[in-house]
């Protein structure tokens, strides 16, 4: 496993409020073991969201799953490869038996593949790339569209990447995966528009993480933003207040302007 450049040390207490602005709200969050998705948990948990934690590595989602219980949240942990597409269906089945609704999904696991010349790429991790960033959000949409209908507020947010959108040699197969997330994800958002479900992408910019520091070794870690700076932008939009839909929230031009604001 990469090591986490974001370790439970760096991040402040949690404090937890019951009437936060997420109380009562059932959100999924992929990718939630360490990085972006884990500072979110963390941020909805504060919110007061009941929350429903994924991926790979149960030490560190049972490490955040004891935080967020310690400060008296509440959490369900669902350890799961996500490629192994049946426990999506299985994880919706589970949330409709318990909570007969899912009222935020945060589509936020990704890999970075390995960067280099397209025609070098290997053809495995092409593969599995896309089956990360791609398939595996087609079938969260696939599985939790109607348990998001059952909401009376249904939120989605995706992770996207400026690689996505701005051509740089090198990003290979990530790039592509973005791209293709986007439009997925912007296709879904139009076809819910006349429903409660509100759809949105998010671009965090360079994020000081451990995909980060594989995309950037020679980067100096402490000078890129932590995840905790980013977080109130997803509970924007998972707020059950949120209009938006079929946007992309680009975190680096808000952060810009909110410090000439300060200035
Ligand atoms: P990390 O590598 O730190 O975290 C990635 C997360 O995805 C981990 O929790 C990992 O968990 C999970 N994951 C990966 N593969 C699988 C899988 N097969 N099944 C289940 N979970 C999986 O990356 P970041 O936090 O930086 O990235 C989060 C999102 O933000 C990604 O979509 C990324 O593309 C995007 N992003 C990040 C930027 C940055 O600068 N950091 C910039 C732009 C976009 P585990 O290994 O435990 O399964």
Not at 32 to 43: D, N, Y
Request: glycine fraction near 8%; charged fraction near 25%.
């Amino acid at each position: 496993m990469m090591a986490d450049a974001t370790p439970a040390s760096v991040s402040r207490p949690l404090t937890i409020n019951p009437d936060g602005r997420l109380a009562g709200r059932i959100a999924l969050i992929t990718g939630a073991s360490r990085g972006i998705g884990r500072a979110v948990a963390r941020h909805f948990a504060a919110e007061g969201a009941h929350l429903i934690l994924t991926a790979r590595t149960q030490g560190a989602l049972e490490e955040l799953d004891d935080e967020i219980r310690a400060a008296g949240g509440q959490s369900t942990l669902s350890p799961a490869d996500l490629t192994e597409y049946d426990t999506i269906d299985r994880m919706g089945a589970a949330i409709f038996e318990r909570f007969k609704r899912l009222d935020i999904l945060v589509g936020n696991a990704g890999v970075l593949g390995t960067l280099g010349p397209l025609a070098h790429a290997d053809p495995q991790e092409w593969d599995e790339v896309f089956a990360v960033n791609v398939t595996v959000n087609w079938r969260l949409i696939r599985s939790f569209e109607p348990l998001l209908r059952m909401s009376d507020a249904g939120r989605a947010i995706f992770v996207t990447s400026t690689a996505g959108h701005r051509p740089r040699a090198f990003f290979s197969a990530y790039a592509a995966s973005k791209a293709a997330l986007r439009m997925m994800v912007l296709t879904w958002a139009d076809e819910l528009k006349n429903t409660s479900v509100r759809i949105n992408l998010l671009n965090p910019g360079g994020t000081r993480t451990a995909m980060r520091s594989k995309a950037f070794p020679g980067e100096d870690p402490e000078t890129i933003k932590t995840p905790e700076k980013i977080t109130k932008y997803f509970v924007e939009l998972a707020d059950a207040a949120c209009a938006r839909n079929g946007e992309i929230v680009e975190v680096p031009a808000l952060l810009a302007a909110e410090e000439k604001g300060t200035k």
